[in-house]
């Protein structure tokens, strides 16, 4: 009986909660760029060590392969592209005080110290670690708004604590820095910055349990006693100082707030923080509450814990903002108070994918506040939010993806379904956005679709505004807005005005014509993080068009499978966003998150069951590198909780669930509503992936899909696994829907022609998608109608003309298409001696003389790209001239890794063999200046003869030791030889 109850005892002892199986360092290692430290789900302090400052691995403050920390800070972005935050760095230590950082290779030389991972534990809510360079033991913990700090020192004279003002995860632009001693227990300040967010504002109150023996201010070079009186400067650290005996513990209370220094003492006395082992349990607990909300079964260890850790990561992001009392820095930079809590970092164009459409089965009381904080930020700054942080609209990313997270909600029943007010208050919100001119927005909604020669990222942005523009129409429609569901639901449709249905892809269009050449696997500036094969399948409001369009299920099938499979590689820019590779999908990257769970709707479940299988087990690991790309604020670690779970949200919006296939025996899902949903598998195994039947509630169930109500209403769902793929999901009935049915639009025509430019004459056709489509024409500038002139055969120009195009179907007018071809002097040519890149030609050898400029953004297809060599180009004039300047127009925008030439030189030749050098251009542009800068390198009155004319400029070749991409090779952007 003894025996028994010991071996009962010991078994309960190995139990394992899920909090247990939360570990911090997945993503920290690679590309994955999570932090470690301490915080609560959605909290506002991120309380975690820093490792290192400008590193695109480094964007969360700490890498995995770091040996040395700098300090630790309390905010931090997790999972993100670009790095910010880092702000009010706190480092102790012993000894002569240091208040540089130091380098990784001379730790000696600053504060920074060694560590090991031996020596370092990260779990839900607390981090600690030794600093092997002054043996002192730090452990970190939080409260909702509160970092708290356990130091505990070795026997010193002097131990200290550093608080570094100017220090942060990215050299931001220092505003002001502020400094002030309270007493001989706390300091309190502030930091003003740009960086990512363009004004952030960020206030701390930190009060220490042991009374300083010293205070020093450092501003500049100057170091001076401590006092009441505030410091202000741009570059500010104080340093403490107190006597400290073997093992002694010294705790650090931080308050933040992004309104003032009261609001950051409010937010600390508010949480009533009584002493570190609470605290440190009561944030355990906080995370035990809301990862107990799904219970899960089965699965190995390793399995656990990537489930728990990628649900961890999912409940981190959007972060608290407002106080304590309610205050909160709104959108137009001013402090206002309410009785909702608001929230920052809205990492949109990810997580409306999977992560919000998770949170609205899990949390959604939170969801609501997320929500809030949207409607708040377009009241007060005018629009609803693309990529926002700490108070500020980046405008990362594309499209206006707070859009589909309000709308799934709405539609999902996270409001009531009467609350007409807050849904017509919705849709003013997402009107300001869509009707809006930024971005491409005025062209799209003229022409039908973002042009590339008018805009970057056009592919891109044509498909994302498509697919919110449908979120709109729906909600409109809802509430019998007629008027704006119609016009939206148009929109809805214009990714088919980019559709080539003779190659079956998306493709830019610039001057009405499909850009040429055409390579599916090419990363370039038409697309956004990706090649078109990551966007092909981006048409989640609309899948039965794009089976349509591809030409039924059996070839939209074929070209799942090519995108899976195919060995091609890619090619074009290289992108560090695009990684985890399975054929052309890239799961590491967002736009692919969907595109496995599509051949649901062909009717062939199985194959995307074994890719979902394939990188759940292969791109997910518990390691540190366990992460294939950016966690990007939730969204790589919802997918994986959605799938893991069997179904994903292929298109939010639409309240359904495209079924997978499960990794766990049973999982539970606590609903807020106090009922259970249940997701069992009966016969699972790492050989049984394909679903053989389904029951729901004891019922058969033949869909592949599940609808947001069954999981509301609570019960159970059982998969029956099997070895090899069944008949289940194959029946048309069983296949999930996605389709516009309504106001159905006729595509817009397009051009075809061998160049813009030309010298005698230019043949240039007028096609259409469609092959029912009739064309009609003008060449005078007038909007063509009916009316107009048919076309019928191929238009031979012999002048600079501008074409306007309409294509009608069953009596519905495409959108006009417009194509200006232009008549250019002949007798020149050019000869280009250094290749310039596929992506950014320009229109070709020809484009540099064809008297077209490039504007302000290289992506636009307008700027001729070099990469990592001189430019040098020759211009044949024909003939003998007078020449009496020459000028060559170039780019910069160091954040894309685009120089100014360090030095431009023009020379002429009468043979093209001897050359004498008019002159030598310097740049006088500064490397590190920002945006999208131009420059016209040239030499004036010449009053020279030549035929032959040479433009050499030199390359920077590889970017600058201070730049992000130090070491890899860099651009020069040319646009425009004008000779005169």
């Not at 905010?75 to 130091?102: A, E, K, Q, W």
């Not at 973002?450 to 129409?473: F, M, N, Q, R």
């Not at 817009?748 to 064309?775: G, M, R």
């Not at 433009?951 to 600058?960: D, R, T, Y």
Request: glycine share 8%.
């Amino acid at each position: 009986m003894l025996f028994a109850c010991s071996v009962l005892l010991a078994g309960c002892a190995t139990k394992k909660n899920p909090v247990d199986y939360v570990d911090p360092l997945i993503g920290t290692g690679a590309h994955g760029h999570t932090y470690p430290g301490a915080t609560i789900p959605f909290g506002m302090v991120q309380l975690s060590p820093d490792t290192r400052i400008d590193s695109w691995d480094g964007c969360s403050g700490y890498h995995y392969s770091d040996s040395t920390i700098l300090g630790f800070s309390h905010t931090h972005l997790s999972g993100t592209g670009v790095g910010d935050y880092g702000d009010i760095r706190l480092m102790p230590t012993i000894g002569d005080v240091l208040f540089n950082p130091g380098t990784e290779s001379d730790p000696e030389s600053g504060y920074r110290s060694r560590f090991s991972h031996d020596n370092e534990i990260a779990n839900a809510g607390f981090y600690s670690v030794i600093l092997e360079d002054y043996d002192i033991k730090a452990e970190l913990t939080v409260g909702e708004r509160t970092g708290y700090h356990k130091y505990t020192f070795p026997k010193s004279q002097k131990s200290n604590v550093i608080i570094d003002l100017t220090e942060s995860v990215t050299s931001d632009v220092i505003n002001e820095l502020g400094l002030r001693l309270i007493n001989d227990t706390t300091i309190a300040g502030y930091r003003k910055t740009q960086g990512w967010a363009y004004d952030q504002w960020i206030y701390f109150y930190a009060v220490f349990s042991k009374p300083f023996d010293e205070a020093t201010f450092k501003y500049g070079d100057q170091l001076v006693e401590a006092s009441n009186e505030i410091i202000k400067a741009k570059d500010l650290k104080v340093a403490v100082s107190f006597k400290t005996e073997d093992q002694e513990e010294v705790f650090v209370k931080v308050g933040i707030s992004a309104t003032s220094i009261q609001g950051a003492k409010k937010n600390l006395e508010a949480e009533k923080l009584i002493d570190f082992e609470t605290s440190k349990v009561e944030a355990r607990q906080l995370w035990a509450r809301s990862l107990d909300r799904i219970k899960v079964e089965g699965g190995s260890e390793a399995d656990l814990t990537k489930f728990y850790t990628a649900y961890y990561h999912s409940l981190l992001a959007p972060n608290l903002f407002s106080d304590a009392d309610g205050s909160y820095r709104g959108h137009d930079a001013k402090v206002h108070r309410s009785n909702k809590k608001m929230y920052t970092v809205f990492s949109l164009w990810d997580t409306f994918r999977g992560l919000h459409p998770l949170l609205t089965i899990t949390e959604q009381e939170k969801t609501r506040e997320f929500i809030s904080s949207m409607l708040d930020m377009h009241e007060k700054g005018g629009l609803l939010p693309v990529w926002e942080l700490a108070g500020n609209e980046t405008n990362c990313m594309i499209g206006y993806h707070s859009i589909p997270v309000i709308y799934d909600a709405i539609n999902k029943g996270v409001y009531a379904k009467d609350d007409i007010e807050l849904q017509k208050q919705a849709l003013e919100a997402m009107l300001s956005s869509a009707r809006h001119d930024q971005f491409g927005l005025k062209h799209y909604r003229k022409e039908g679709y973002v042009p590339a020669g008018k805009e970057g990222e056009a592919v891109s942005k044509t498909l994302e505004y498509a697919y919110d523009d449908w979120c709109i129409a729906q909600l409109a429609k809802s509430i019998g807005e007629n008027e704006i569901y119609n016009e939206f639901i148009e929109r809805a449709q214009f990714w088919k005005n980019i559709f080539d249905r003779e190659n079956g892809f998306v493709r830019g269009r610039m001057n009405g014509e499909f850009v040429k050449p055409f390579d599916p696997t090419e990363v370039n500036f038409m697309l956004t993080e990706a090649n078109t094969w990551q966007y092909n399948f981006f048409m989640p409001h609309d899948v039965s068009a794009l089976i349509d369009y591809l030409g039924g299920e059996l070839s939209f099938i074929e070209k799942l499978d090519e995108l899976f499979y195919t060995e091609a590689v890619l090619s074009g820019r290289h992108q560090s966003d695009i990684t985890g590779l399975i054929g052309q999908y890239a799961h590491g990257n967002e736009p692919s998150h969907h595109m496995a769970y599509l051949y649901n709707y062909a009717g062939a479940p199985w194959k995307g069951a074994e890719i979902i299988r394939r990188v759940l087990d292969e791109l997910y690991t518990e390691k540190p590198d366990g992460l294939c790309g950016n966690e990007d604020c939730g969204q790589m670690s919802a997918w994986y909780v959605l799938s893991s779970m069997g179904f994903y949200p292929v298109c939010p919006g639409d309240n359904i669930y495209v079924i997978g296939t499960p990794i766990f025996d049973n999982i539970t899902i606590e609903l807020e509503s106090g009922k259970q949903f249940a997701i069992n598998a009966t016969g699972l195994s790492k050989d049984n992936i394909y679903i053989q039947s389904i029951k729901h509630n004891g019922v058969d169930y033949p869909y592949s899909y599940i609808t947001h109500q069954m999981i509301e209403e609570g019960g159970e769902i059982e998969f029956v696994m099997g070895s090899k793929p069944s008949n289940w999901g194959v029946d048309k009935s069983a296949w999930p829907k996605s389709e516009i049915k309504d106001d159905i639009i006729t595509e817009t025509p397009y051009f075809e022609s061998t160049s813009k430019t030309f010298t005698k004459d230019h043949k240039v056709e007028i096609l259409s998608i469609n092959c029912e489509a009739e064309i009609y024409y003008t060449l005078d500038g007038s909007i063509p109608t009916t009316e107009s002139k048919s076309y019928l055969k191929p238009l031979k120009l012999t002048k600079s003309s501008k074409i306007k195009a309409i294509a009608v179907v069953n009596n519905v007018t495409s959108r006009v298409v417009e194509a200006e071809y232009l008549k250019i002097p002949g007798g020149r040519s050019i000869d280009i001696k250094n290749a310039y890149s596929s992506q950014y030609t320009a229109g070709g050898d020809i484009g540099l003389i064809d008297f077209i400029r490039g504007g302000e953004d290289f992506r636009t297809g307008s700027w001729q790209g070099y990469y990592g060599v001189d430019f040098q180009v020759v211009i044949d004039l024909g003939k003998k001239q007078n020449i009496n300047s020459v000028s060559g127009g170039f780019l910069q925008e160091q954040k894309s890794w685009i120089w100014m030439p360090r030095y431009v030189e023009i020379l002429i030749s009468d043979d093209g063999r001897n050359y004498t050098k008019l002159g030598k251009i310097e740049n006088d542009i500064e490397d590190k200046a920002q945006g999208g800068i131009t420059r016209e390198f040239g030499l004036s009155k010449l009053n020279q003869k030549a035929r032959f004319v040479k433009v050499f400029a030199k390359s920077i070749e590889v970017c600058p030791e201070w730049h992000v991409g130090a070491g890899n090779k860099a651009w020069i952007f040319v646009d425009e030889i004008t000779i005169k």
